[in-house]
């Protein structure tokens, strides 16, 4: 019972923390459109294939909210699935930064990337991949926060790093040329995770939470599992 009435009582801020960052990215390839139309279509080629990798990485951590806000949780552990969560998420960033890296290499043999500008993709893809291990993190991260009593500030996070985000676009909108903005604008998903990294690292410093090398085999089954 404890579960289902944690759960209501932070579906609203869960639900605007997801919304959010939808509207930064309708911002991003508004700005695109009107600013590089023909560099719209490099861009979404190379967005689309590496989201999927940061995607199933991140889905690996799906589970974090679930085990937080079981009725058992407490102080000791929530330091040990914050610990040993953080470590696992480390290990699924570097494997999946290192299979897109590999994928990167051998990019020009994928399906409709022979009719794209070969170095403008993989200028892209390595820009994106950069923000990989962030945002793996970051998922953790915020999982854990918003589902063991900072969801609001989780969302203010969210909310404030979008708008940040979007600033950054509007001024690389007036002021870089139509190729370089495409460059700039794939900046955006680096800029906001470091940000947000950086808010969540002091929000968990805030609370107390220390980062250990640790692994508790039970956190890290259930994490994989669920």
Do not use: W
Not at 40 to 67: E, K, P, Q, W
Request: charged share 10%; net charge positive.
């Amino acid at each position: 019972m404890r579960y289902f009435s944690h759960l209501k009582s932070i579906f609203i801020p869960m639900l605007l923390s997801r919304a959010i960052p939808v509207a930064g990215m309708t911002v991003l390839f508004s700005l695109i459109a009107h600013k590089s139309n023909s560099g719209l279509a490099v861009f979404a080629y190379a967005l689309a294939i590496f989201t999927i990798i940061s995607a199933l990485s991140s889905m690996c951590l799906s589970a974090t909210g679930n085990i937080v806000a079981r009725p058992s949780s407490d102080i000791l552990s929530a330091q040990r699935i914050f610990s040993s969560g953080l470590c696992l998420s480390i290990v699924i960033a570097v494997c999946g930064t290192l299979v897109a890296l590999i994928l990167v290499r051998y990019i020009q043999f994928l399906p409709g990337a022979q009719n794209l500008n070969d170095e403008t993709l993989r200028t892209l893809a390595f820009l994106y991949i950069a923000c990989i291990p962030l945002t793996v993190a970051n998922t953790f991260l915020h999982l854990f926060h918003e589902s063991s009593g900072s969801a609001l500030t989780c969302t203010k996070i969210k909310t404030y790093i979008t708008c940040a985000g979007c600033l950054f676009l509007g001024v690389a909108f007036f002021t870089a040329d139509d190729h370089f903005f495409l460059f700039l604008a794939m900046c955006y998903f680096g800029l906001t995770e470091l940000i947000a990294f950086l808010a969540l690292a002091k929000l968990s410093a805030d609370r107390s939470l220390k980062f250990r090398l640790f692994f508790c085999s039970k956190t890290v089954r259930q994490t994989l599992t669920l």
